[in-house]
């Protein structure tokens, strides 16, 4: 089987074609669900038209009502057509410029009550196509109708249907819209945490099992949830989170922002804060979303029969900033502070600016926060030296200062050309990244245009470029930044209670047989991606020990828990990670993969430490080594156990994971392992520290491939001082709840499809007196 990399290499109209011939027998039931749609190329569209939005800002005091709506935006530039999208509005908001947004503006330690609304009908009613003809029942998502059914226990954990086993696994959702709101980035009880088991339909009839609501369950097409804002100020933000379904739900507009101001403690007199939502979309010929699933338009766009409408990673060819595509803002010659976040599915932005008339370079970025607050200093991210642009996954924030003051046309640039006065963002991320595709300069190389207008004047906003300038710890700053790392070392500088070892690891699909029309000879056609894991884990950490073929319409998976993962509360989901409320631990992901991740984990903030390459090669073999056989080889003719000794997909780690038991590592082959002449046998070179501007506290932080990512995390609130013991470091709220949290991957595509595991936090002291349920605070 070729890598994802290697499978993408293959030519796109040969493959397509032998793709469509391999799959006749599944077209019976595909036929009548594919998109009539016909996608519009992004050069097509005009660039900087339009202004960008502003988005809607409400204060964070008493309850705020949002209602998840569909209604026409003008994405697309004025003069062409609106694009029917979702959007959370406010009652009585029948629609606006933007699908994004609101900002919830919210201040420390006074709650914020959140009622969110699903209004978005059902899927005969929706006028967006992308969620008609992208949802894939093959995937374990949030079904209505099996949640409804109640068929099995944990029933979608134990279905395969792929559409060789009926027109229900192979066709799109027909029903009522699930949706449900996570709170990224938010230090919150689990119950309000939004999970991906936390959903509800539109017409109130169905709900996961995590479905909470502070009026009780009762509650129909809507929830309550209070957030307490207990956490340092911060740039978080809210987004769909619906199993199975983020990808699209987020891809058409479910997406806003919060920012939690901490008065006290927050920097003072900084410029004006401006958010930035960068997003990549699709459209098609008539102006609307156009999400890529099968072979819709007449292009092969899904990439295996298991999963005949989920592409692994969806990346567009037209760039919206705060629901726009390609828009411009006028910024007069002084600073501004601007929020970016990548609400992306999958596209990574590798960031700077650019005078395409001159050929300058425009201003530095000076970043001056992260995912979970701010800098103890101002960090330059501009030439010159090496860090010279602004990388930034899905779901990753960070804010900077730009400078525009002596950017206006007429001013010599340091090439001795004379400023245009018009500056592009510029992206040169590779597609998947960091080793993909380069983006096209005249589409997705660029995101938005600044415009430097108007005279000099005085500015008196904090100056980010001024010697000895801090954010955190000055004297009427609040207090630096608790250290769990040392940034300049790259090392702990804290005790660790457990180390884990987690490995990132994707599946490739099975081999199609393909009848090439043109030769008339059979052929394979590789796999696709099949999906892509988390210390090899499925969501529901159960794996596959025998296939019941018994009934002819249903190909039923014969599954048991992985041994040392625990039955959670709900009894739906068998857990691995198990931290203890207090404790600090050293988390080191290991990238089998061939693209970088951006792994987010729900509850906490955390501290980068250091990334470090390894012989993947080395590793891989014994990883693959360790594996003691069994499972179940679904691919093999016929199918059977796998021998000892071989890589068995979806079998959770290979070693041990008893956490009471002998191995803390995640029981994967110990990444630091050392030879009989101690040597290491698998790391190779140094560590290297986090970049600058990632020496704050982080909820999403970039794994790349081929490296081993330590980062460190506490389970207690970020501003608790670092020498607390353990037992004394707690969360004014239960951590555990019965619910818990997740970690993931936030490419949404992949979370979509298995790369995320429920995780649980043990509290160390009462839970009764710290129900969130019962609190009066709350």
Known sequence: MLSRRGFLKVSAAGAAAAFVASRAKFMLNVRAAQSPQIPLAGKAIPKYVDPLPELDVIPGIGQIELRMTEFQAQVLPTGMPKTYVWGYLQTGQAERDTYLGPVIVATRNQPTEMKFVNNLYDTATTKVDAYKYGTDQTLHWADPLYALKERQENMWNHMAMPPAFGSEGASNYEGPIPACVHLHGGEVPPVLDGGPDAWFTSDGN???????????????????????????????????????????????????????????????????????????RMFDTNGQLFFPSDSAGGVLWALNPEHPYWVPEFVGDVICVNGKAWPFLNVEPKRYTFLFLNGSNARTYDMWLMDPVSGNRGPALWVIGTDGGYLDAPVKVGPPGKNSSLVMMPGERYQAIIDFAGYQAGVIGPNGQPYSGNWLLRNSAKAPFPAGAAPVANTVGQIMQFRVVGTPGTDLSFNPALAGATLRGGVEQGPAIVRLVNPATGTEAVNIQKTRQLTLNEVMGMPQPAFDPVTGVMTAYPGGPLEILVNNTKWGGERIVGVDTTDPKMHMYIMEPIPGFTLDGTGKNYISEMPKEGETEKWEIINLTADAHPIHLHLVQFQLMNRQNFDVTKYSAAYAAAFPGGGWDTMANPPGPYPAGVYIPGFGPPLDYDPGNSNPLGGNPDINAMDAKNKLLYLKGTPARPLPQEAGWKDTVVVYPGQVTRFVVRWAPTDIPASTEPANASYPFDPNGGHGYVWHCHIVDHEDNEMMRPDEVVPNKSSETRDYRKGEHY
């Open 206 to 280: 169905y709900k996961g099992h995590a479905f909470y609501s502070k009026d009780g369950e009762t509650a129909t097409n809507y929830n309550i949830y209070r957030y307490p804002n207990s956490q340092e100020g911060s740039p978080i933000w809210f987004h769909d989170h619906t199993l199975g379904a983020t990808r699209l739900n987020v891809f058409c507009g479910l997406a806003g922002g919060y920012l939690i101001l901490d008065p006290i403690n927050d920097p003072a007199n900084l410029p004006d804060l401006i958010p930035l939502v960068i997003q990549d």
